[in-house]
């Protein structure tokens, strides 16, 4: 079963970059969408952002269109995922996973989910702070 690892999180003034990491501890991921999603204290996880198994299709969330990029190497079996600029209201834990695609998903950030067989990791916090 294919399990992916995050890893590049950390502090981050207001405005700022980070870039996070999606690693295949086990498997390979170049066959499978993977979705990036995010927690932030006292609130439900939330879709950011989905690529497709080339990388050809991605979709973002309303609130970080413009300022995240997510992009994949399968070679590398990684997928990474560019933070800018940065506010307060990114802060949360961070995680990738296994995903699907959402059929007439209502807006960009429903647009994969978690595949069933797939299972949440410990994800990477990220926190937006002067």
């Known amino acids: 079963q294919l399990q992916l690892v995050e890893s590049g999180g950390g502090l981050v003034q207001p405005g700022g970059s980070l870039t996070l990491s999606c690693t295949a501890s086990?498997?390979?991921?170049?066959?499978?969408?993977i979705g990036w999603f995010r927690q932030a204290p006292g609130k439900e996880r939330e879709g950011v952002s989905c690529i497709g198994n080339s990388g050809s299709l991605v979709r973002y969330s309303d609130s970080v269109k413009g300022r995240f990029t997510v992009s994949r190497d399968n070679d590398k079996n990684t997928v990474r995922l560019r933070l800018d600029n940065l506010s307060p209201e990114d802060t949360a834990i961070y995680y990738c996973?296994?995903?699907?695609?959402?059929?007439?998903?209502?807006?960009?950030?429903?647009?994969?989910?978690?595949?069933?067989?797939?299972?949440w990791g410990q994800g990477t916090q990220v926190t937006v702070s002067s």
């Open positions: 996973v296994p995903a699907r695609w959402v059929t007439n998903a209502t807006d960009d950030g429903r647009a994969c989910i978690k595949a069933s067989s797939a299972s």
């Open positions: 086990r498997g390979t991921l170049q066959y499978t969408p």
